[in-house]
């Protein structure tokens, strides 16, 4: 029997960490239909069960701003997971369960893991997981993803959230009452139409509707083959449920603010039930330098001396090796050719094969290769740091205005240095 897990997570939470632990080499990655965006899956065994692991991508929401994000979503709600494992991180709990208490909304078959258990030990941080699972109302398991006896316990309780036959209900996040009053309005429309639906969770198409998402909207009238909005009950139900709101001074953006305030309550609630600090200003040294890194009047300033220290230490950097790499090149063309004249090759093949690609081949490798050895290492320090995240939150405003988000701009800084060192590449093999 081959089961479907899902690995939703934080970013840099140790999810891959964990789905690499449990399928070890029985994984393979390709990309999602249509998308650009990868996919691991792989397949572990546990109590004579074969089950099938499905790593998504991770997000620090679903509330759809990203293309990651809208699969992550579209496969907790429309993949028919037999469990769903969200991966949070221990040293930071309040804002991850953000995460959680969205995907509660969405699904019941819901096992928590709690990673980085031993960063949070060492930072003094204690969770009562046993609170937090009362709290959530799901399995909460604590991990640490390397080491995989943490995670024997993680597979036991996914097996039994697959296993069982038991009806659970949905998790329900009370909203305020004029919110309440207009879900009340529209669910059992909603109710009505989907009634004999495989996907029955209508307050939470409810909320989207409410929310006017358009791209949610699509897809679950996508999955559910019918047109929520083009149906007539629906829509004077959903007139009436937004003049409610209206009177209550409440707009369309307003009410997702609503949404998300009250989860992020949820959270803060929640997590200070269940954490214990032992030092209670363990983390005032990061608020400290994220006051300075995220400023908007010092963010951007130190964001672009960071960029411009790395750019000069790159290609100053690459200059020694990038001249070693073309000696030895030279010195081997140099015998080529010697090997070539040696059995009497006719000039045009010797220029094709020492002069054309040999040579072509050698100034590509001396130029590029000793940038790119020196740039993404440092690139990788700066993630290890974990100032790459600072960045993306610096420039998610402007990357906004072009209907993307503030992670984007990691990857463009990417392409833009390997853009420049290829046109290096060219410039060298003109000269």
């Known amino acids: 029997m081959i089961l479907l897990l899902q690995l939703p997570g934080n970013p840099n939470v140790g999810k891959s960490t964990v789905f690499n ?50 699969i992550a979503r579209d496969y907790i709600c429309f993949g028919n997971p037999d469990c769903t494992v969200v ?8 804002r991850n369960l953000n995460l959680v208490y969205q995907i509660l909304e969405i699904t019941n ?34 991990t640490v993803a390397r080491k995989k006896k943490t995670l024997k316990n993680l597979m036991h309780n996914i097996y039994d959230v697959c ?20 879900i009340d309005i529209l669910e059992q429309n909603v109710k009505n139409l989907l009634h004999n639906n495989k996907f029955n969770n209508y307050r ?30 629906i829509q004077n139900s959903l007139s009436k449920a937004k ?29 200070l039930k269940v954490t214990r600090y032992k030092m209670l200003n363990y983390n005032n040294r990061n608020k400290k330098i994220d006051k300075i890194l995220t400023s908007k009047l010092t963010g951007i300033p130190i964001m672009l001396l960071f960029f411009a220290l790395i750019f000069w230490i790159t290609i100053t950097g690459a200059n020694y090796p990038s001249q070693l790499l073309s000696d030895f090149f030279n010195f081997i063309e140099g015998k080529l050719v010697n090997l070539l004249e040696f059995f009497n090759s006719p000039n045009c093949l010797t220029s ?27 690139f990788t320090i700066l993630e290890d740091l974990g100032y790459l995240p600072r960045i993306a939150f610096n420039l998610d405003g402007f990357f906004r205005k072009a209907c993307t988000s503030g992670k984007q701009a990691l ?11 290829f046109i290096i590449s060219l410039l060298f093999c003109t000269i």
Request: charged content about 20%.
């Open 21 to 70: 632990s449990l399928t070890g080499l029985h994984q393979h990655t390709g990309n999602w239909p249509g998308k650009t965006v990868s996919n691991a899956m792989g397949i572990t065994n546990y109590m004579n069960k074969n089950f099938l692991l499905v790593d998504i991508p991770g997000t620090y929401s679903i509330m759809s701003n990203s293309q990651e994000e809208e």
């Open 109 to 142: 078959k819901v096992v928590v893991c709690v990673n980085l258990l031993d960063e949070a030990k060492r930072k003094g941080i204690e969770i009562d997981l046993d609170k937090l699972s009362l709290e959530l109302g799901v399995p909460v398991v604590g």
């Open 204 to 233: 939470w198409i409810t909320l989207k509707l409410l929310e006017g998402n358009k791209k949610i909207i699509s897809s679950i009238e996508n999955y559910l083959n019918l047109k929520l909005l083009g149906n007539e009950i």
């Open 352 to 378: 094709v094969l020492a002069y054309g690609m040999f040579r072509t081949l050698g100034w590509v490798v001396a130029v590029m290769l000793p940038p790119m050895a020196i740039f993404f290492p440092l």
């Open 87 to 94: 991966v949070v991180d221990s040293t930071c709990l309040e």
């Open 163 to 182: 296993s069982s036959d038991e009806d659970k209900k949905y998790f329900k996040v009370k909203y305020e009452d004029c919110v309440e009053s207009a």
């Open 243 to 271: 003049e409610n709101l209206i009177k209550n001074d409440i707009t369309s953006s307003l009410f997702k603010d609503k949404i998300v305030s009250t989860i992020m309550f949820y959270s803060e609630n929640t997590a």
């Open 411 to 421: 990857t463009m800084c990417m392409g833009v240095t390997k853009l420049e060192f």
